[in-house]
């Protein structure tokens, strides 16, 4: 399976924006890019997706590069509420759905 | 909106006992999936089910035995218990199998004394 690369963690001021970067090269054609996030004594929580165009939803955006080996997440603008660990997920669209957790980024937002 | 349901959120069982887990998917997502987090670490996949169905299988013990029910509801049953299996475990539901979006319980910490 296609393995991803993140930082181990992120600072931001509350009200920046936080751009998150994740790299895999060894990506398939027909895998899909998921992002989820984990806050505190949580479940994951779904975050965005995409495969080869870059995605807005009212969570954040994804921009995916050209050859598809690196992606960010963008959170517009952080809130406290957005402190979590970050994982970026490779999907194949022709598996049966499990995510394959690495290692996340730990974005801290400080007021 | 629905969400996922677990229970119970908390359970406390001695070395050697068995434990039962529930989850109970969103109204008309058929795919579930359990993961388990251990202090610590990552959330990993253990099993998931399809329309009552197994449909993939990760890195779950032979003491651990899961199913689906006609409701879609799963259990996932655990057996001579270990202290390492002490973990929240979450179960997650899907509207199908796929690179759909997955939506996670709260959880079920279970602690292994």
């Known amino acids: 399976d296609a393995k991803t690369t993140q930082p181990n963690s992120m600072e931001s001021n509350e009200e920046e924006p936080v751009h998150l970067p994740c790299n895999h090269s060894?990506?398939?054609?027909?895998?899909?890019i998921h992002w989820y996030r984990q806050l505190p004594s949580q479940g994951p929580e779904y975050v965005i997706h995409?495969?080869?165009s870059n995605v807005n939803n009212r969570m954040a955006s994804l921009a995916i590069a050209e050859d598809r080996k690196s992606s960010t997440l963008i959170l517009h603008r952080a809130t406290l509420r957005d402190a979590a660990v970050y994982y970026c997920?490779?999907?194949?669209?022709?598996?049966?759905?499990?995510?394959?957790f690495g290692a996340g980024t730990q974005v801290v937002v400080t007021p | 909106a629905a969400g996922v349901i677990q229970s119970p959120r908390h359970l406390i069982k001695e070395k050697r006992e068995t434990a039962t887990l529930k989850c109970y998917p969103i109204?008309?997502?058929?795919?579930v999936y359990w993961y388990q987090q251990g202090p610590g670490q990552d959330p990993q996949f253990l099993i998931s089910?399809?329309?009552?169905?197994?449909?993939d299988k990760g890195s779950i013990p032979d003491r651990f035995s899961a199913q689906q029910f006609s409701d879609y509801h799963s259990e996932l049953n655990m057996s001579s218990l270990e202290l390492g299996d002490s973990a929240l475990y979450f179960c997650?539901?899907?509207?199908?199998?796929?690179?759909?979006?997955?939506?996670f319980g709260p959880g079920t910490r279970l602690t292994v004394t």
């Open positions: 997920i490779l999907r194949p669209q022709d598996s049966w759905g499990k995510l394959q």
């Open positions: 060894t990506i398939s054609g027909t895998d899909y």
């Open positions: 109204p008309r997502h058929d795919t």
């Open positions: 089910f399809y329309e009552k169905m197994q449909s």
């Open positions: 995409g495969l080869t």
């Open positions: 997650a539901s899907s509207l199908a199998p796929g690179p759909y979006e997955q939506y």
